[in-house]
């Protein structure tokens, strides 16, 4: 649907937006997983959870702590993992960012990625430890890689809920707290 | 720099303490169903059939009409490299072909003698048809665990153990199936063990796979590693479940007392797969005692 062309007062569609815009794009980051490859090891990057902590670094005052529940379960059924995984890693992180967020008062970009990558090695690592105990995993330097890769993409996916950002809010500022 | 949040400590209001609160709990509170439902996954790992089969209905349709463009795509790409590379293809080809002329007589002389074998042995090739002929549509590149997708389903009456195979060899075996698709545990799967054997000698073995694409060959038999590289591995029938003589594998270098061998169907390259008849059926768990007990 096109936005009005007119600086009106946010409208219902307009808010619709804003609330869908950051779960739906959660979603496609997990739903990259579905993509036609057969892959032989552990070696794509957690889109889903890396949406997630793009759009919770971007915008702390957005979702509360058990969103991570409901879109973890998603992630959960669309990647294939043990049911549950994205259910507790997810919440988890959400809960880490809070703790964080709590103590450091300012943060600039280099402290956020530092999050960003302790939240991703940390849930990709509790996945893998879920994986084997349910049943058994590719070998921990298998692991490696995808976790490398992972931080590596987060400043790319942080530009990109940036851009979803500013074009789910483009017509008249809806949650302009900061 | 980002400046703090001022919405995070909602000041003195008691109301909005309490949602934040609150909030806290339901997020404490789902972490620990979801270690309900990990624990419950490792106890009872068929518990969920039914959410992965109607998760994988959905989502399999999606992977299928991707496939469908990226097959067209690089059939295009795949089109122009031959164009341009055709006469050294050609030579090569028809060197090819002289090779398989030769190879080719060969194979008919030994068809026609392994036929009067048969003839005389009176074997009779029982083996029971495919179940269903179904595409690989994707695998699951996040997660640690080697599962394929494939689509066809409950539907074409497929159930969860049976052997899925292709013209190449072995591919593992369904273990959820949806209405129109199904998820298949790859014998590289660290999960998956497959007896098999040596097609030279047919000395006995497990191919366990390791999770990075090879499996690992274990000889049953005591003493050395009578693995040499290029010996290939067939299933063996062992146990049920898998068919005998399905070609698994072949051996790529030794590491100590096992081999390291490389599946022959390649789940990347591969396209379709057959799905089988469990083999000599499932055993049902509860029923046959132990024969040595009394």
Known sequence: MPPPRSSAPPTRAIELRARLVPVLSTLGGSAVALLPTVALAPNWPPFGLLMLLGWRLLRPEMW???????????????????????????????????????????????????????????????????ATWTGGAAPLRLVVPQMLTSILCFPIIGRLCALLDRWRLATGKIRASD | MKAPTRNRRPGFSRRAQYGLFASYVVAVTGILVGLGLIVIARVDPQGFGMVWGAALDVTTPISSLERGLVRGVGDAVDGTTNYIAAGSKNAAMARELDADRRALVAARILSLENARLRRMLKLVDNRPA?????????????????????????????????????????????????????????????????????????????????????????????????FDRGDIVLTSGTGGLYPPDVPVAVVVRKEGDVAVAWPLANPAQLDYAMVEPAFAGLPPPPAAPPPGKR
Not at chain 1, 101 to 110: A, G, H, K, N, Q
Request: aromatic letters at 4%; a neutral charge; proline letters at 5%.
């Open chain 2, 130 to 226: 495919a179940v269903a002929v179904a595409r690989i549509v994707g695998s699951t590149g996040v997660s640690s665990r080697r599962y394929a997708t494939l689509n066809a389903g409950s539907n074409e009456g497929v159930r969860p153990g049976q052997p899925v195979r292709s013209a190449e060899g072995l591919i593992g075996h369904v273990v959820e199936a949806g209405m129109t698709a199904s998820r298949v545990l790859l014998i590289t799967d660290n999960a998956s063990v497959v007896p098999v054997r040596m097609a030279r000698g047919g000395m006995p073995a497990l191919a366990a796979g390791r999770g990075d694409g090879s499996v690992e060959i274990r000889p049953l038999g005591a003493g050395g590693n009578p």
């Open chain 1, 64 to 130: 509360p702590a058990w969103v991570g529940l409901p879109l973890g379960l998603a992630d959960d059924l669309l990647t294939g993992q043990t049911l549950g995984t994205g259910m507790v890693t997810w919440t988890a992180c959400l809960m880490l960012a809070d703790l964080v967020e709590v103590r450091l008062l300012w943060r600039d970009y280099v402290q956020e990625w530092l999050i960003a990558a302790l939240a991703i090695a940390g849930a990709i690592l509790c996945a893998w430890a879920i």
